[in-house]
């Protein structure tokens, strides 16, 4: 297929659907020029941010959302991966009500938490946990128990992965391929292993040698890295990378990089907030079987809430009793912990990832098919209730493959599939995520949603 013509083709498919999708939104429109003079963006993070400005929600229920304009849209957003129990789940709703009308807030530990720590370890298999209230918490947490279980301050992360917003690992994440001309193939003095500058403004110089960059799915550059570098306190990675579409683990990756950690003292950290939840009842643990030191939490894990946690084996788990700093004062608040306990217990059952697995398998197929009619050049990945369409016809390996991806085809589909009800997560980077609380039907709408933007895009 043409790629130019493709392109071209894609920008006009952008360009008229962001207008109709511009001239529907009067209400987000004008919630944004308010929400502007308060928030930088109109926006309470940088990834709401939108262009030319975000679609603004009101309300969901079910698979469904609602925006400030009264439009409704089937949920393949998720908030970014933690509505997997869907939005106002009865079961969720009486845990939160229930909590509220005994305790908003302690900043004690109450019968809750604990039940909400026990269910968490028996889930996914962790000797011991410390609830918190983010992701980047957790895996903030999670490094710096590593760094006093071992006396050591480097830590090894993989090329372009996103671990939270703390200063540690916001190196090598997906905006700064351009800077480090990685686009270009630049080989960094042929070395496995590389440092670089930091993503984000604002961290410390001191940081930017402590923190070492490998490719994702190559064990070798690991144990590079940690032989050349004798104070590595840990690597840490999603084990299935989820911020570059999604990319798994070759088969004996993972167990590559257990051994290599235990042979030189270090510890392997997984990054769960995304895949804990929704790729498996257990995680990757129960899907690809093999046991890190620590694992980091969140998203799906609370139920619709503020929620993180790390844990795993206890003998480095215990270096928070042994200075350490791990507090906050909203650490296994009632609410959150009320409505993860729920989504545990009697939400994301075993039979609940059935009814994923399928809806999941339904969609990806569903996609793949469009693509194989059409020839675009893309592919799709099926993890449960978590997924994506890929714009390169080869699966993904790492994050170099991703950069040979062609965002154009993506930015041409996200105007199209949200004026269409589908509302999606805005950036190729990201994947869909289904619900307990979606169907069939929810699913065969985006199929036909996304099938007709395949075929407009190829028409002449």
């Known amino acids: 297929m043409d790629l130019e013509r493709l392109t071209a083709r894609a920008e006009e498919i952008a360009k008229s659907e962001t207008e109709q999708l511009v001239s529907r939104t009067s209400g987000s429109k004008a919630l944004y020029d308010r929400a502007v003079r308060s928030l930088p963006n109109g926006v309470a993070s940088n990834f709401q941010v939108g262009d030319p400005y975000p679609v603004y929600l009101e309300r969901g229920r079910g698979s469904s959302v609602w925006d400030v304009d009264g439009t409704e849209y089937k949920d393949f957003h998720g908030g970014f991966g933690v509505n997997v129990v869907g939005h106002a789940h009865p079961k969720i709703v009486e845990a939160l009500e229930r909590a509220a009308r005994e305790a908003i807030h302690f900043a004690v530990t109450t019968p809750t938490t604990v039940a909400l720590a026990e269910a968490i370890c028996e889930r996914f298999e962790l000797e011991q946990v410390r609830i918190v209230n983010s992701g980047t918490e957790a895996t903030m947490d999670a490094l710096r128990v590593a760094r006093a279980a071992t006396g050591r301050d480097k830590v090894v992360k993989m090329e372009g992965s996103y671990h939270g917003h703390h200063d540690s690992l916001l190196f090598s994440v997906v905006p700064e391929a351009d800077v480090l001309g990685l686009r270009h193939n630049v080989d960094h003095e042929g070395k496995a292993w590389y440092t670089t500058q930091p993503t984000s403004k604002g961290i410390p110089r001191a940081l930017w040698d402590t923190t070492i960059v490998v490719p994702f799915n190559d064990a070798d550059a690991v144990e590079q890295a940690l032989t050349d570098n004798d104070d590595v306190a840990a690597v840490i990675l999603e084990p299935v990378m989820m911020n570059v579409g999604i990319i798994e683990p070759q088969p004996g990756y993972l167990q590559a990089l257990r051994d290599a950690c235990e042979r030189h003292g270090t510890v392997l950290i997984y990054d769960e907030v995304k895949c804990g939840g929704t ?142 009800g589908i509302f999606m997560t805005p950036g190729d980077e990201e994947q869909w995520t289904i619900s307990v609380q979606h169907t069939e039907d929810d699913v065969q709408r985006y199929i036909d949603a996304f099938g007709e933007f395949c075929q407009a895009l190829t028409s002449s």
Not at 303 to 313: K, N
Not at 314 to 339: H, Y
Not at 390 to 417: C, G, I, K, Q
């Open 279 to 420: 790729i498996a009842y257990g995680g990757t643990m129960e899907r690809y079987g093999v046991k890190p030191h620590l694992a980091a939490f969140a998203k799906a894990v609370g139920g619709g809430a503020t929620i993180g946690a790390f844990g795993g084996e206890a003998r480095v788990m215990e270096w928070v009793t042994k200075g350490a700093a791990q507090q906050g004062t909203f650490n296994g608040n009632p609410l959150s912990s009320a409505a993860g306990l729920a989504a545990l217990t009697q939400v994301l059952t075993r039979d609940a990832y059935d009814h994923l697995g399928k809806l999941g398998t339904m969609l990806s197929e569903g996609c793949e098919r469009a693509i194989a009619d059409t020839g675009v050049p893309a592919h799709t990945v099926d993890l449960g209730a978590k997924g994506c369409v890929s714009y390169r016809a080869e699966r993904l390996v790492n994050y170099r493959d991703f950069l040979e991806t062609h965002p154009e085809l993506y930015w041409a589909s996200y105007p199209w599939m949200v004026n269409r």
